[in-house]
Protein backbone atom coordinates (compact mmCIF):
# COMPACT_ATOMS: atom_id res chain seq x y z
CA UNK A 1 0.00 0.00 0.00
CA UNK A 2 2.79 3.00 0.83
CA UNK A 3 4.84 1.65 -2.54
CA UNK A 4 1.27 2.21 -4.47
CA UNK A 5 0.69 5.92 -3.20
CA UNK A 6 4.44 7.02 -2.43
CA UNK A 7 4.22 9.13 -5.52
CA UNK A 8 0.83 10.30 -4.89
CA UNK A 9 0.22 10.63 -1.84
CA UNK A 10 4.53 11.64 -1.40
CA UNK A 11 4.17 10.16 2.04
CA UNK A 12 6.68 9.46 4.61
CA UNK A 13 7.45 6.09 7.14
CA UNK A 14 8.52 7.24 9.91
CA UNK A 15 8.39 4.60 12.62
CA UNK A 16 7.58 1.10 12.46
CA UNK A 17 9.94 -0.12 10.18
CA UNK A 18 10.39 -3.57 11.47
CA UNK A 19 7.58 -5.48 10.16
CA UNK A 20 7.02 -3.78 6.69
CA UNK A 21 4.97 -7.16 5.65
CA UNK A 22 2.23 -6.27 8.65
CA UNK A 23 -1.29 -7.35 6.98
CA UNK A 24 -4.79 -6.67 7.18
CA UNK A 25 -6.80 -8.93 9.48
CA UNK A 26 -8.64 -11.93 7.48
CA UNK A 27 -11.65 -11.50 9.65
CA UNK A 28 -12.06 -8.00 9.71
CA UNK A 29 -11.37 -7.92 5.68
CA UNK A 30 -14.04 -10.59 5.47
CA UNK A 31 -16.42 -9.33 7.90
CA UNK A 32 -16.26 -5.81 5.98
CA UNK A 33 -19.27 -4.56 4.64
CA UNK A 34 -17.40 -2.09 2.48
CA UNK A 35 -14.10 -0.16 2.08
CA UNK A 36 -15.20 2.35 4.39
CA UNK A 37 -15.18 -0.32 6.92
CA UNK A 38 -11.26 -0.25 6.71
CA UNK A 39 -10.27 3.42 7.25
CA UNK A 40 -11.89 5.56 9.42
CA UNK A 41 -10.44 8.50 12.03
CA UNK A 42 -9.50 8.48 15.89
CA UNK A 43 -13.14 9.37 16.92
CA UNK A 44 -14.79 6.15 15.71
CA UNK A 45 -11.69 3.46 16.54
CA UNK A 46 -12.07 0.10 15.32
CA UNK A 47 -9.52 -2.88 15.53
CA UNK A 48 -7.97 -3.28 12.72
CA UNK A 49 -8.74 -0.87 10.31
CA UNK A 50 -6.38 1.84 8.83
CA UNK A 51 -6.42 4.98 11.43
CA UNK A 52 -6.12 8.55 10.12
CA UNK A 53 -4.87 11.02 12.40
CA UNK A 54 -5.43 14.34 10.86
CA UNK A 55 -5.13 18.01 12.86
CA UNK A 56 -7.74 17.91 15.26
CA UNK A 57 -6.69 14.62 16.12
CA UNK A 58 -3.64 15.89 16.75
CA UNK A 59 -4.65 18.57 18.77
CA UNK A 60 -6.96 15.77 20.82
CA UNK A 61 -3.56 14.22 21.90
CA UNK A 62 -1.64 17.31 22.37
CA UNK A 63 -3.93 18.94 24.42
CA UNK A 64 -3.65 16.93 27.80
CA UNK A 65 -0.75 16.05 30.50
CA UNK A 66 1.70 13.09 29.19
CA UNK A 67 -0.36 10.61 31.43
CA UNK A 68 -3.09 11.22 29.64
CA UNK A 69 -1.48 11.23 25.77
CA UNK A 70 0.23 8.36 26.83
CA UNK A 71 -2.98 6.48 27.98
CA UNK A 72 -4.90 7.25 24.67
CA UNK A 73 -2.19 6.83 22.39
CA UNK A 74 -1.64 3.60 23.85
CA UNK A 75 -5.43 2.46 23.38
CA UNK A 76 -4.91 3.16 19.70
CA UNK A 77 -2.44 0.78 19.27
CA UNK A 78 -3.99 -1.99 21.36
CA UNK A 79 -6.40 -2.19 18.84
CA UNK A 80 -3.64 -3.30 16.12
CA UNK A 81 -4.00 -0.80 13.42
CA UNK A 82 -2.24 -2.10 10.34
CA UNK A 83 -0.88 1.26 9.81
CA UNK A 84 -1.45 4.51 10.93
CA UNK A 85 -1.00 7.67 9.16
CA UNK A 86 -0.51 11.38 9.89
CA UNK A 87 -2.23 13.54 7.41
CA UNK A 88 -3.06 17.41 7.03
CA UNK A 89 0.86 18.10 7.07
CA UNK A 90 0.97 17.91 10.96
CA UNK A 91 4.07 16.84 12.53
CA UNK A 92 3.52 13.16 14.38
CA UNK A 93 3.30 13.87 18.41
CA UNK A 94 6.68 12.30 20.05
CA UNK A 95 4.52 9.53 21.90
CA UNK A 96 2.76 8.63 18.61
CA UNK A 97 6.24 7.36 17.18
CA UNK A 98 7.68 6.09 19.96
CA UNK A 99 4.81 3.69 20.29
CA UNK A 100 4.73 2.83 16.94
CA UNK A 101 8.07 1.88 17.46
CA UNK A 102 7.35 -0.39 20.04
CA UNK A 103 5.13 -2.20 18.82
CA UNK A 104 6.12 -2.10 15.05
CA UNK A 105 2.96 -0.50 13.61
CA UNK A 106 3.65 1.16 10.28
CA UNK A 107 3.37 5.09 10.78
CA UNK A 108 2.69 7.35 7.74
CA UNK A 109 3.31 11.30 7.67
CA UNK A 110 1.51 13.17 4.37
CA UNK A 111 0.98 16.74 3.79
CA UNK A 112 -1.93 15.57 2.12
CA UNK A 113 -5.67 16.32 3.85
CA UNK A 114 -7.12 13.62 5.83
CA UNK A 115 -9.91 13.30 3.62
CA UNK A 116 -8.24 13.15 0.33
CA UNK A 117 -6.20 10.51 2.47
CA UNK A 118 -9.76 8.41 3.19
CA UNK A 119 -11.03 8.40 -0.20
CA UNK A 120 -7.58 7.09 -1.75
CA UNK A 121 -7.46 4.45 0.54
CA UNK A 122 -10.95 3.56 0.26
CA UNK A 123 -10.95 2.70 -3.54
CA UNK A 124 -8.02 1.41 -3.44
CA UNK A 125 -8.79 -1.07 -0.42
CA UNK A 126 -11.85 -1.50 -2.06
CA UNK A 127 -10.06 -3.08 -5.35
CA UNK A 128 -7.17 -4.67 -3.27
CA UNK A 129 -9.60 -7.06 -1.58
CA UNK A 130 -12.29 -7.19 -3.66
CA UNK A 131 -14.25 -10.67 -4.35
CA UNK A 132 -12.99 -12.02 -7.86
CA UNK A 133 -12.99 -14.74 -10.25
CA UNK A 134 -11.76 -14.97 -14.41
CA UNK A 135 -13.74 -15.75 -17.17
CA UNK A 136 -13.62 -17.13 -20.15
CA UNK A 137 -14.40 -15.01 -23.26
CA UNK A 138 -13.85 -11.45 -24.52
CA UNK A 139 -14.85 -8.13 -22.15
CA UNK A 140 -15.29 -4.92 -24.49
CA UNK A 141 -16.22 -1.42 -24.01
CA UNK A 142 -19.36 -1.46 -27.18
CA UNK A 143 -21.01 2.15 -26.73
CA UNK A 144 -19.92 2.50 -23.16
CA UNK A 145 -21.08 -0.40 -21.61
CA UNK A 146 -18.69 -3.31 -20.61
CA UNK A 147 -20.08 -6.69 -22.75
CA UNK A 148 -18.60 -9.92 -21.96
CA UNK A 149 -19.06 -11.95 -24.73
CA UNK A 150 -18.95 -15.82 -23.94
CA UNK A 151 -19.74 -18.98 -25.36
CA UNK A 152 -18.55 -21.88 -26.50
CA UNK A 153 -14.77 -22.25 -28.34
CA UNK A 154 -14.84 -21.75 -31.85
CA UNK A 155 -17.94 -20.01 -32.40
CA UNK A 156 -15.44 -16.91 -33.79
CA UNK A 157 -16.00 -14.64 -30.32
CA UNK A 158 -12.55 -12.79 -31.08
CA UNK A 159 -12.92 -12.67 -34.60
CA UNK A 160 -16.13 -10.60 -33.33
CA UNK A 161 -14.19 -8.62 -31.14
CA UNK A 162 -12.03 -7.54 -33.69
CA UNK A 163 -14.98 -6.28 -35.74
CA UNK A 164 -16.12 -4.29 -33.19
CA UNK A 165 -12.77 -2.46 -32.47
CA UNK A 166 -12.94 -2.37 -36.24
CA UNK A 167 -16.01 -0.38 -35.91
CA UNK A 168 -14.78 1.96 -33.02
CA UNK A 169 -15.50 0.22 -30.25
CA UNK A 170 -12.94 -0.77 -27.15
CA UNK A 171 -10.85 -4.46 -26.34
CA UNK A 172 -10.47 -4.33 -22.49
CA UNK A 173 -9.53 -8.60 -22.92
CA UNK A 174 -9.50 -11.62 -24.87
CA UNK A 175 -9.79 -14.88 -23.79
CA UNK A 176 -9.46 -14.47 -19.79
CA UNK A 177 -11.51 -11.64 -18.53
CA UNK A 178 -10.60 -11.05 -14.79
CA UNK A 179 -14.21 -9.71 -12.58
CA UNK A 180 -13.75 -7.83 -9.41
CA UNK A 181 -16.57 -7.77 -7.12
CA UNK A 182 -15.58 -3.96 -6.44
CA UNK A 183 -19.18 -2.34 -4.59
CA UNK A 184 -22.78 -3.86 -3.58
CA UNK A 185 -23.64 -3.05 -7.14
CA UNK A 186 -20.79 -3.18 -9.66
CA UNK A 187 -18.48 -5.64 -11.05
CA UNK A 188 -15.55 -4.50 -12.82
CA UNK A 189 -13.46 -6.30 -15.87
CA UNK A 190 -9.81 -6.10 -16.31
CA UNK A 191 -7.35 -7.78 -18.40
CA UNK A 192 -4.36 -9.80 -17.18
CA UNK A 193 -1.05 -8.31 -17.36
CA UNK A 194 0.17 -11.05 -19.56
CA UNK A 195 -3.01 -10.60 -22.22
CA UNK A 196 -3.03 -6.53 -22.00
CA UNK A 197 -3.79 -5.31 -25.28
CA UNK A 198 -3.41 -8.39 -27.25
CA UNK A 199 -6.17 -10.67 -29.15
CA UNK A 200 -5.69 -13.73 -31.10
CA UNK A 201 -7.35 -14.40 -34.22
CA UNK A 202 -7.22 -17.86 -36.03
CA UNK A 203 -5.12 -18.02 -38.76
CA UNK A 204 -3.53 -14.73 -37.91
CA UNK A 205 -2.23 -15.08 -34.45
CA UNK A 206 -2.01 -12.38 -31.49
CA UNK A 207 -2.56 -8.98 -32.34
CA UNK A 208 -1.60 -5.92 -30.36
CA UNK A 209 -4.71 -4.09 -30.92
CA UNK A 210 -3.02 -0.66 -29.51
CA UNK A 211 -0.57 -1.12 -31.79
CA UNK A 212 -2.87 -1.26 -34.97
CA UNK A 213 -5.89 0.44 -33.82
CA UNK A 214 -4.63 3.20 -31.85
CA UNK A 215 -4.91 4.29 -28.43
CA UNK A 216 -8.41 4.28 -28.15
CA UNK A 217 -9.15 1.40 -29.33
CA UNK A 218 -8.09 -0.73 -25.95
CA UNK A 219 -9.23 0.22 -22.16
CA UNK A 220 -7.91 -0.54 -19.03
CA UNK A 221 -11.16 -1.65 -17.24
CA UNK A 222 -14.57 -0.99 -17.47
CA UNK A 223 -17.76 -2.23 -15.39
CA UNK A 224 -20.11 -5.23 -16.25
CA UNK A 225 -23.40 -4.73 -17.66
CA UNK A 226 -24.02 -6.87 -20.49
CA UNK A 227 -23.30 -10.64 -21.02
CA UNK A 228 -23.69 -11.43 -24.64
CA UNK A 229 -23.70 -15.35 -24.93
CA UNK A 230 -23.03 -16.59 -28.12
CA UNK A 231 -24.59 -20.08 -28.99
CA UNK A 232 -25.25 -22.78 -32.19
CA UNK A 233 -28.57 -21.94 -34.17
CA UNK A 234 -29.99 -25.59 -32.61
CA UNK A 235 -28.65 -24.96 -29.15
CA UNK A 236 -31.04 -21.29 -29.33
CA UNK A 237 -34.09 -23.32 -30.64
CA UNK A 238 -33.65 -26.17 -28.56
CA UNK A 239 -32.90 -24.05 -25.07
CA UNK A 240 -34.10 -20.39 -25.25
CA UNK A 241 -37.66 -18.61 -25.93
CA UNK A 242 -37.33 -16.68 -28.88
CA UNK A 243 -39.57 -13.97 -27.24
CA UNK A 244 -38.57 -13.86 -23.73
CA UNK A 245 -40.80 -12.55 -21.51
CA UNK A 246 -38.61 -11.18 -18.73
CA UNK A 247 -35.11 -10.05 -19.23
CA UNK A 248 -32.42 -12.93 -18.98
CA UNK A 249 -29.73 -12.57 -15.98
CA UNK A 250 -26.63 -14.99 -15.07
CA UNK A 251 -24.95 -14.94 -11.73
CA UNK A 252 -21.36 -13.46 -11.45
CA UNK A 253 -20.26 -12.73 -7.92
CA UNK A 254 -23.55 -13.16 -6.14
CA UNK A 255 -24.65 -10.70 -8.60
CA UNK A 256 -27.70 -10.86 -11.07
CA UNK A 257 -25.83 -9.01 -14.46
CA UNK A 258 -28.10 -8.42 -18.10
CA UNK A 259 -27.64 -11.65 -20.77
CA UNK A 260 -28.99 -11.92 -23.89
CA UNK A 261 -28.29 -14.68 -26.19
CA UNK A 262 -27.46 -14.85 -29.86
CA UNK A 263 -27.37 -17.59 -32.01
CA UNK A 264 -24.10 -17.93 -34.56
CA UNK A 265 -25.53 -18.90 -38.41
CA UNK A 266 -23.96 -18.18 -41.68
CA UNK A 267 -24.86 -14.76 -42.92
CA UNK A 268 -25.78 -13.07 -39.89
CA UNK A 269 -23.92 -9.93 -39.30
CA UNK A 270 -23.05 -10.47 -35.25
CA UNK A 271 -21.31 -7.18 -34.77
CA UNK A 272 -24.42 -5.32 -35.72
CA UNK A 273 -26.50 -7.59 -33.67
CA UNK A 274 -24.36 -7.29 -30.51
CA UNK A 275 -24.62 -3.46 -31.07
CA UNK A 276 -28.39 -3.64 -31.32
CA UNK A 277 -28.10 -5.76 -28.67
CA UNK A 278 -26.35 -3.08 -26.39
CA UNK A 279 -28.13 -0.09 -27.28
CA UNK A 280 -31.46 -2.00 -26.49
CA UNK A 281 -29.91 -2.85 -22.97
CA UNK A 282 -29.23 0.90 -22.64
CA UNK A 283 -32.86 1.74 -23.18
CA UNK A 284 -34.01 -1.09 -20.73
CA UNK A 285 -31.55 0.39 -17.95
CA UNK A 286 -33.17 4.00 -18.77
CA UNK A 287 -36.94 2.05 -18.20
CA UNK A 288 -37.78 1.66 -21.54
CA UNK A 289 -39.30 -1.64 -22.63
CA UNK A 290 -39.87 -2.35 -26.00
CA UNK A 291 -41.22 -5.76 -25.28
CA UNK A 292 -43.44 -4.78 -22.96
CA UNK A 293 -44.76 -1.94 -24.94
CA UNK A 294 -45.94 -4.22 -27.59
CA UNK A 295 -46.99 -6.92 -24.81
CA UNK A 296 -49.28 -3.94 -23.73
CA UNK A 297 -50.33 -2.29 -27.97
CA UNK A 298 -51.53 -6.22 -27.93
CA UNK A 299 -53.65 -6.33 -25.27
CA UNK A 300 -55.84 -2.56 -26.08
CA UNK A 301 -56.01 -3.86 -29.54
CA UNK A 302 -57.72 -6.68 -27.95
CA UNK A 303 -60.19 -4.81 -25.74
CA UNK A 304 -60.66 -2.72 -28.78
CA UNK A 305 -62.34 -5.35 -30.16
CA UNK A 306 -63.85 -7.10 -27.64
CA UNK A 307 -65.92 -3.89 -27.19
CA UNK A 308 -66.55 -3.67 -30.63
CA UNK A 309 -65.09 -0.65 -31.28
Known amino acids: MFDAHRASLKWEWIAGHAHPERRFDEVAVRDAQSSADLVG ?15 REVAYLEATDQETQERRISRIVTLEP ?60 I ?31 DDVVDLYRVSQSAIEGRCPDLLRNLLEVRGIGLLDIKA ?8 RK ?4 LIVHL ?19 EELLSMNVRKVVIAVDAGR ?41
Not at 44 to 52: A, E, K, L, T
Open 269 to 309: NLAVLVEAAVRNTVLQLRGIDTYREFIQRHRELMERGDTGL
Open 82 to 141: PVLIVADGCAAPDRLVAMCERADIPLFSTRDSAGHVIDVLRGYLGQHFAERTSRHGVFMD
Open 212 to 219: IFGETAVR
Open 231 to 249: VRKETLDRDFERLPYEPLY
Open 41 to 55: YLNYIHPYRVQIVGR
Open 222 to 225: MRLK
Open 143 to 173: LGLGVLLTGESGLGKSELGLELVSRGHGLVA
